[in-house]
């Protein structure tokens, strides 16, 4: 046994990333509704979707939120085991709050039982935690890649926070503040808290044992180690300085590292901020725009 109690367990089972399980029989959904971002990675080029819950180098067809609602209902009528509606990108979803929960209302109106998901850099996320119980949001990722404000101004050159822009260390600062200002809300209300970090040889790798500790202190239900993906053509600062990403050996190493404190996720497919079906299976381009626009919603409750 996992020794998880009941009542998580009902809250993840039909999840296909909170549950290792649930990721063969269950499929999730992203709607790319949230352009804007309010801080720079050094692993991720605006061009393309948000690489904090994402594959980098992939570009989503941007959408209003009522026209990812009617995507929902399309897609949920004709996918049984779709279970869950993320918002990952193709920014930052709490950088586009409007955005964002008007689609989020929209489909708790319209299909109440299809889970809600949201990701994000953590920047706004203390102004949001209130905003994300009323409309049940039971699963937030935050993306942490450092507790140590000296390794974070290596990952992150600025933060644009309440109108202004912060550089170097200050930036650091106030991004390692709110992510765990937001972490603790969120466990205050008990929503269930995913943790990714990128891993970056060099720079936070051997770090990150320390970042579990403290998000696993603070109440995360899992943490997520994806691997740093640079490729030059990406056009990143990282790709364009020639930083490398692990390779999955030493992946493996450092979610071994951190397996004996908390539930490692591994079943990661570093999704698009549009991907549609199983983990791993991406139907998005059976549902372009165009397609499911003309396409009726099925979905009956
Ligand atoms: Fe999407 Fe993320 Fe929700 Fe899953 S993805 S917002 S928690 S519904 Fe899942 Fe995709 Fe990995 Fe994300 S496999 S990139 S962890
Ligand atoms: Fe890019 Fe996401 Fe980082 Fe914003 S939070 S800079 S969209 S990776």
Redesign the pocket.
């Known amino acids: 046994t996992t020794g998880l109690d009941e009542k998580i367990k009902a809250r993840i089972e039909k ?4 549950s290792e399980e649930a990721h063969h029989h269950y499929a ?1 959904m ?1 709607v790319a509704v949230a352009p804007a971002c309010n801080i720079q990675c050094n692993y991720c080029n605006r061009k393309y979707d948000c690489a904090n ?2 594959r980098p180098g992939v570009v989503s067809e941007l959408l209003t939120p009522e026209e990812a609602a009617h995507k929902v209902l399309v897609i949920a009528g004709k996918i049984p085991q779709m279970t ?1 509606l ?3 990108g193709p920014g930052d979803p709490l950088a586009n709050p409007e955005k964002t929960f008007r689609t989020f209302e929209l489909i708790a109106e319209k299909a109440p039982d299809i889970k809600l ?3 994000t850099n953590g920047l706004m996320l203390p102004d949001y935690v209130d905003r994300i119980k009323q409309l049940n949001i039971d ?1 937030v ?1 935050i993306t942490i890649n450092m507790v140590d404000p000296e390794i974070g101004t290596k990952i992150y050159p600025w933060v644009h926070y309440r109108r202004k822009r912060y550089k170097g260390i200050e930036a650091a600062q106030i991004l390692h503040e709110k992510q765990m200002e937001g972490l603790q809300a969120l466990q205050e209300a008990d929503i269930l808290c ?1 943790v ?1 970090s990128v891993m970056i040889p060099g720079i936070n790798d051997e770090h990150l044992v320390e970042v579990n500790q403290v998000i696993r202190s603070k109440g995360a239900f899992l943490h ?1 180690i ?1 691997p740093l993906i640079s490729a030059p053509e990406h056009g990143t600062h990282f790709g364009l300085t020639g930083q490398r990403g692990p390779t999955a050996k030493e992946l493996k190493q450092i979610q071994d590292n951190c397996a004996g404190n908390m539930k490692m ?1 591994r ?5 698009r901020a549009d ?1 549609v079906g199983l ?1 791993g299976e991406d139907r998005s381009q059976e549902f372009t725009k165009e397609k499911f626009m003309e396409m009726a919603p099925e979905y009956n409750l």
């Open positions: 999840h296909p990333c909170y999730r992203h819950e994402s869950v993320g918002i990952a998901c949201l990701s699963h990722t995913k990714n997520n994806m996720m079943h990661c497919r570093q999704c991907a983990l």
